[in-house]
T-cell receptor, first 111, second 118 residues
Framework: AQSVTQPDIHITVSEGASLELRCNYS??????LFWYVQSPGQGLQLLLK??????LVQGIKGFEAEFKRSQSSFNLRKPSVHWSDAAEYFC?????????FGAGTTVTVRA | GAVVSQHPSWVICKSGTSVKIECRSL??????MFWYRQFPKQSLMLMAT?????????EQGVEKDKFLINHASLTLSTLTVTSAHPEDSSFYIC??????????????FGPGTRLTVL
């Protein structure tokens, strides 16, 4: 069965600084990977997804992620964080059409 | 495109009553919908999968008689929490899936419904 690990429970970053959120997956076949963002009390918004092709994926809100098969990773990055990026971030992998989510990483942005 | 709505966004009910939550795909037809449950500060846990016109498939440990799911049309799925108890208080999120089972398409999520059972 597929699974996702997000090693960082909470990250605090200064506004304007860069951000990297880690995601490691476990899946026997070629993974289909997603990053979602959830603001407090809200549903999930898709930031980006990787199905195949270019391993560097561009998403919305200035986010990008890089798929590295050798490391079983799909880390999310943003060069310059804005205060509005404070939220919960979930990495997910699809297996048998079901999404399996990581535990999530809470991002706090300080002024 | 691909907007999913949920109604209500927040509901408070007394213990023992039943609550129905609606999930609608507004601008596309959803052949498959998913229902998730999320406890505070935790990730989403899949409860069940419903395909239009057929019975829902429940994940292990989810009581199908307590969480009734109906997917009567390509744009509407409902989750009914029957005889709700305080431990059922949670954030319920639906997602809609445009592809067929086995197709690795993208799920679009609703904004969630917060259920509080007194």
């Amino acid at each position: 069965a597929q699974s996702v690990t997000q090693p960082d429970i909470h990250i605090t970053v200064s506004e304007g600084a860069s951000l990297e959120l880690r995601c490691n997956y476990s899946y026997g076949a070629t993974p289909y990977l997603f990053w979602y963002v959830q603001s407090p009390g809200q549903g999930l918004q898709l930031l980006l997804k990787y199905f195949s092709g270019d391993t560097l994926v561009q998403g919305i809100k200035g986010f990008e992620a890089e798929f590295k098969r050798s490391q079983s990773s799909f880390n999310l990055r943003k060069p310059s964080v804005h205060w509005s990026d404070a939220a919960e971030y979930f990495c997910a992998v699809v297996g048998d059409y079901k999404l399996s989510f990581g535990a999530g990483t809470t991002v706090t942005v300080r002024a | 495109g691909a907007v999913v709505s949920q109604h209500p966004s927040w509901v408070i009910c007394k213990s023992g009553t039943s609550v129905k939550i609606e999930c609608r795909s507004l601008d596309f037809q959803a052949t498959t919908m998913f229902w998730y449950r999320q406890f505070p500060k935790q990730s989403l846990m899949l409860m069940a999968t419903s395909n239009e016109g057929s019975k829902a498939t429940y994940e292990q440990g989810v009581e199908k008689d307590k969480f009734l799911i109906n997917h009567a049309s390509l744009t509407l799925s409902t989750l009914t929490v029957t005889s709700a108890h305080p431990e059922d208080s949670s954030f319920y999120i639906c997602s809609a899936f445009t592809g067929r089972t086995g197709s690795k398409d993208t799920q679009y999520f609703g904004p969630g419904t917060r259920l509080t059972v007194l």
